[in-house]
């Protein structure tokens, strides 16, 4: 499953939302959830990972999940990054 996302905060994905993100996708042992940006694709387990995409404000990220729980982990992401005011679902 898959979902893309316009980043809107101003400050871009820092240290706290992806923090929160990661938070979000290890609560899923039975999905493994992937950011794809710019090229890279990284683990949402992975804080580094997720910081070493430097997204910013303006930019688009694609978050796949896949296994037993994919749909749920890809709700609750989506909810850590609408309710925060990271990002929006992009069409």
């Known amino acids: 499953m ?3 996302f316009k980043i809107t905060d101003e400050d871009g994905i820092h240290a706290r939302p992806a ?7 290890g609560k899923f042992k039975n999905a493994e959830s992937f950011a794809e940006a710019g090229g890279k694709k ?6 580094l990972g997720v910081l070493s995409l ?3 404000q303006g930019d688009t990220i694609k978050i796949m999940t896949e ?3 994919a749909e749920a982990a890809l709700q609750a992401l989506t909810d850590v990054i609408v309710k925060e005011g990271l990002g ?4």
């Open 2 to 4: 898959e979902r893309t």
């Open 19 to 25: 923090t929160a993100i990661v938070n979000t996708a």
């Open 42 to 47: 990284v683990t949402l387990k992975s804080i």
């Open 54 to 56: 430097g997204l910013e």
């Open 67 to 69: 296994g037993d729980e």
């Open 88 to 91: 929006e679902v992009h069409a």
